[in-house]
């Protein structure tokens, strides 16, 4: 008898009648996009994250790529990045003609190892993306140090941890631009969307430029000023979030602290549970508060206990195949494998256990219950 006979999944959304009538609302008003609720967002996430502008587009994906537009990434320019992460963390550098240099991770957090970017630094270095993976921040003092020692910028991919804190200050305070995202699995959602939040009054231009064509004023600028006059200064996109989206994104920052709580007492609970088992949690630092956007565990045997887990009803996956081994880079950039060993054998083994605020506590202890027939199971 498998443990759950309708899936679990790792992770999903949480909308309430509140979230609802707060798009809903908006349905029934003038602006449903480009109106006072994208610019009500936006405050309300730089205030959260502590940073004086926060520029909220269309997806993480896009957050990702006017952060490195707007440090002028281009043809020719090297950027530092982590395999362990999702293929949007390095494809905005190659959008942008510039080059990935993927740098491998640590073994116990599978974050990206101080230690080994300086030997990655070239004359063509331009920056960083940092990427908090699972939720857990990265060193960013390491980090920084080496940055600010070659005069490179950082970018911080918050997707995971944004709603936590690193050494007492909130995921945004910590570099020069973080970005979000709110698809229905991330921290909290907005349908489709993503944030950029940054102190630097020039980035933040360059990004809401950007994000609407590379035009100088968007369509409520025109109205306010009762102009037609608008000039297209650079080549951008259309990257612009709803009124709608950014109504449920308002409301759903409101319980993102109650729901990071959580996730870590889920994740205290496994860890407690997975203690006298052969498996291998990551490692969270002492310095960090983790926001647990996934639950990261090492198997034995991954790929038997993988599918073992999906037929006991518990929705798991994995976090992630390794970026410089997608078939695209592997084509266009010349990667492969024994570039980033420490992420290459962690991939062999990894599995991502279903975290959600909304899980019940029956949900983990049958999670739990999973685990432990699976893994008493398939040892010797
Ligand atoms: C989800 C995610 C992204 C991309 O966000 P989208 O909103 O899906 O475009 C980027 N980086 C990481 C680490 C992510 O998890």
């Given at each position: 008898?498998?443990?759950?006979?309708?899936?679990?999944?790792?992770g999903?959304?949480?909308?309430?009648?509140?979230?609802?009538?707060?798009?809903?609302?908006?349905?029934?008003s003038?602006?449903?996009?480009?109106?006072?609720?994208?610019?009500?967002?936006?405050?309300?996430?730089a205030e959260?994250?502590?940073?004086a502008?926060?520029v909220?587009v269309n997806?993480?994906?896009?957050?990702?790529?006017?952060a490195?537009?707007?440090?002028?990434i281009?043809?020719?320019?090297e950027?530092?990045?982590?395999?362990?992460?999702?293929?949007?963390?390095?494809?905005?550098?190659?959008y942008?003609?510039?080059?990935?240099?993927?740098?491998?991770?640590?073994?116990?957090?599978l974050?990206?190892?101080?230690q080994?970017?300086?030997?990655?630094?070239?004359d063509?270095?331009?920056?960083?993306?940092?990427?908090?993976?699972?939720?857990q921040?990265?060193?960013?003092?390491?980090?920084?140090a080496?940055?600010?020692?070659?005069?490179?910028?950082?970018?911080?991919?918050?997707?995971?941890?944004f709603?936590?804190a690193?050494?007492?200050?909130?995921?945004?305070?910590?570099?020069?631009?973080?970005?979000?995202?709110?698809?229905?699995v991330?921290?909290i959602t907005?349908g489709?969307?993503?944030?950029?939040v940054?102190?630097?009054?020039?980035?933040?231009?360059?990004?809401?430029?950007?994000?609407?064509?590379?035009?100088?004023?968007?369509?409520?600028?025109?109205?306010?000023?009762?102009t037609?006059?608008?000039?297209?200064t650079d080549?951008g996109?259309?990257?612009?979030?709803?009124?709608?989206?950014?109504?449920?994104?308002?409301?759903?920052l409101?319980?993102?602290?109650?729901?990071?709580?959580?996730?870590?007492?889920?994740?205290?609970?496994?860890?407690?549970?997975?203690?006298?088992?052969?498996?291998?949690?990551?490692?969270t630092?002492?310095?960090?508060?983790?926001?647990?956007?996934?639950?990261?565990?090492?198997?034995p045997?991954?790929?038997?206990?993988f599918?073992?887990l999906?037929?006991?009803?518990?929705?798991?996956?994995?976090?992630?195949?390794?970026?410089?081994l997608?078939?695209?880079?592997?084509?266009?950039?010349?990667?492969?494998?024994g570039?980033?060993?420490?992420?290459?054998a962690?991939?062999e083994?990894?599995?991502?256990?279903?975290?959600?605020?909304?899980?019940?506590?029956a949900?983990?202890?049958?999670?739990?219950?999973?685990?432990?027939?699976?893994?008493?199971?398939?040892?010797?």
């Amino acid at each position: 008898m498998p443990v759950r006979s309708e899936i679990l999944p790792y992770g999903r959304q949480w909308l309430d009648e509140d979230d609802i009538q707060a798009v809903v609302d908006v349905l029934r008003s003038d602006w449903l996009t480009t109106g006072p609720k994208v610019r009500e967002f936006e405050e309300a996430v730089a205030e959260f994250s502590g940073t004086a502008h926060a520029v909220a587009v269309n997806s993480g994906t896009a957050a990702l790529h006017a952060a490195a537009f707007a440090l002028g990434i281009g043809p020719g320019d090297e950027v530092i990045v982590p395999p362990m992460t999702f293929a949007a963390s390095s494809n905005c550098i190659l959008y942008l003609g510039g080059t990935p240099v993927f740098v491998d991770v640590e073994p116990d957090t599978l974050n990206i190892d101080p230690q080994k970017i300086e030997a990655a630094i070239t004359d063509k270095t331009k920056a960083i993306i940092a990427v908090d993976f699972a939720g857990q921040p990265c060193n960013h003092d390491a980090i920084r140090a080496i940055a600010d020692r070659h005069g490179l910028a950082v970018i911080q991919d918050a997707a995971h941890s944004f709603g936590t804190a690193y050494k007492g200050q909130p995921v945004g305070r910590q570099n020069e631009l973080t970005t979000f995202s709110f698809h229905p699995v991330k921290p909290i959602t907005t349908g489709e969307g993503g944030m950029i939040v940054t102190d630097n009054t020039e980035y933040a231009e360059a990004m809401r430029k950007l994000r609407s064509h590379g035009i100088s004023a968007d369509h409520r600028q025109r109205a306010e000023k009762g102009t037609w006059h608008y000039e297209m200064t650079d080549l951008g996109f259309n990257y612009r979030i709803s009124d709608i989206q950014c109504a449920l994104g308002l409301s759903q920052l409101r319980k993102l602290p109650e729901w990071i709580k959580r996730r870590q007492e889920i994740a205290r609970h496994y860890d407690e549970a997975f203690g006298e088992l052969p498996i291998e949690p990551l490692v969270t630092r002492p310095e960090n508060s983790h926001a647990y956007h996934i639950y990261v565990v090492r198997f034995p045997e991954r790929s038997r206990v993988f599918t073992a887990l999906r037929k006991e009803g518990i929705g798991v996956n994995v976090h992630y195949i390794p970026v410089h081994l997608h078939p695209y880079y592997q084509q266009h950039l010349g990667t492969g494998p024994g570039l980033c060993p420490v992420a290459e054998a962690a991939y062999e083994k990894i599995i991502s256990l279903p975290v959600f605020p909304r899980m019940t506590d029956a949900d983990i202890e049958d999670v739990i219950t999973a685990v432990r027939k699976i893994v008493s199971t398939t040892q010797p």
